[in-house]
């Protein structure tokens, strides 16, 4: 069942003007479109500035697309700050990249953890202890961490903590956005289990924004890649993984390390850094792309499907064989 629909959402912010020159706009997110089914993981993956965070924000309602529609649960979302929109935000939470900066540092991790359920209004005093109790639990963490405040725990405890909060209100889908990303390796191993279960237990939906394709290959079932506020291609997370078909999936997909030998080279890509101010024309990754065609500086690909049902945005998806790249 279809919890979450994006569809061709975009959103133009008015950029900053030069010294001499005039403010061009940015295209954060250009007609974006996305599905993601009740307990299903959507990973989003791309590099910084590609507009996954955004898209992520519009997905929950907290900025509104220039264009295109979002519906969740079938319907279109809110307005902004109505009893309705608060209704629908307990269902949807936001687990953030810095836990620190997400959490308040002048109240108890417990007080945090029932903030969610007072402000909407669930439960009484002792429901709510019980509640807090129970989602320290669930969350790995020990009773009496609940007395502490943020700075007296670790980066991990931090993020289970503000995790518990995400779950207070019972939501159905959660977007994470580079939930692991500020952790240790370690520490971002149990996350992501923890993450896992708590899926597997509660049939939560996630929307996973990273630019760790490790750990996007973990936990999601779909994936879409974002370039320059763009999805360049889509599909099932296993096919996308061991035979990505866009040029600059195979590059992110080849640079992830891998313990055992490695089937095909790590394509490394030439070229800056995509600067979304400055949006090339044509396929945006054209002068970083390494079988770019004349074509490919004039021509926008659209995305489409290639041989194998998954979306693609490139000229060449239907002669461009899939990269045998993931060990
Ligand atoms: Fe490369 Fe051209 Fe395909 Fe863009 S459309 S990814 S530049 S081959």
New binding site residues.
Partial sequence: MTLLALDRVSRVYAGHRGLFGRARPVRAVDEVSLVLDAGRTLGVVGESGCGKSTTGRIALGLEPPDSGSVRFEGAALPPPNTAAWRRQRARMQLVFQDPLAALDRRLTVAAQIAEPLAIHGIGSGADRAERVAQLLADVGLRPDLGRRHPHELSGGQRQRAVLARALATDPVLLVCDEPVSALDVSIQAQVVNMLLDLQAARGIAMLFISHDLKVVRQVSHEVAVMYLGRVVEQGPADMLFAEPV???TQALVSAIPTPGPRRAARIVLAGDPPNPAARPPG?A??PR?P???AR?ASET?ALGHAQDGRLVA???AATQAPTGIAA
Wanted: aromatic residues 14%; neutral net charge.
């Fill in positions: 866009h040029p600059y396929c990754f054209h792309c079988v770019a065609i490919c690909p490139c000229h060449l």
